[in-house]
């Protein structure tokens, strides 16, 4: 039984394992024939990477009355269910004590409703940082974040940062 039957599956001999013709090989001289559901499927992942880039930008331009259009009302962040309100505070207050914060998107996986990212920044934190004494020294650090959607906005975030790195340049 396939679960999906209109989709073929071919092996690494060119032959397909439900026995009926590969993908590309369906009569087509303009190239393969891409089934509804990949085409589908490929344009909710470009379209959700493109709104997570819009949501990253939102967050270089300090747009903080815009970020209500990509962060749901009762956002939960490693956990706790911060809302919109607390979700804007703590970006508020990151950027208050970084003031060149900028967020550049390094790695990026999108499996709707889900994003990966790993974030870059190079930055200098004005006083402690994670805990740690920055003092104003130029850092260089990563965050690996993941992102639920739910009604087309951010609904969970799970966000790791490197503590490790900035401790070596300290």
């Given amino acids: 039984m396939q679960i999906f039957p209109d989709r073929t599956i071919g092996d ?17 001289s303009d190239g393969p024939v891409i089934p509804a559901w990949a085409r589908a499927t490929a344009v909710i992942k470009t379209s959700l990477s493109d709104y997570y880039r819009d949501y990253i930008a939102c967050l270089n331009r300090r747009d903080w009355p815009k970020l209500s259009r990509f962060v749901h009302d009762e956002v939960i962040h490693n956990g706790r269910r911060i809302g919109l309100a607390g979700y804007r505070a703590m970006l508020e207050r990151d950027v208050g004590e970084i003031p060149d914060l900028y967020f550049s998107i390094e790695l990026m996986v ?61």
């Fill in 12 to 28: 690494a001999g060119g032959r397909s394992l439900s026995g009926q013709e590969p993908l590309g090989n369906q009569g087509s």
């Fill in 110 to 170: 999108s499996d709707p409703p889900y994003i990966a990212s790993r974030l870059g920044f190079e930055c200098t934190p004005k006083g402690n940082f994670l805990g740690l004494p920055v003092n104003g020294k130029r850092i260089t650090f990563a965050e690996n974040v993941f992102y639920k959607f739910r009604d087309d906005k951010i609904d969970q975030v799970w966000s790791v940062i490197d503590r490790a790195a900035i401790e070596a340049q300290l």
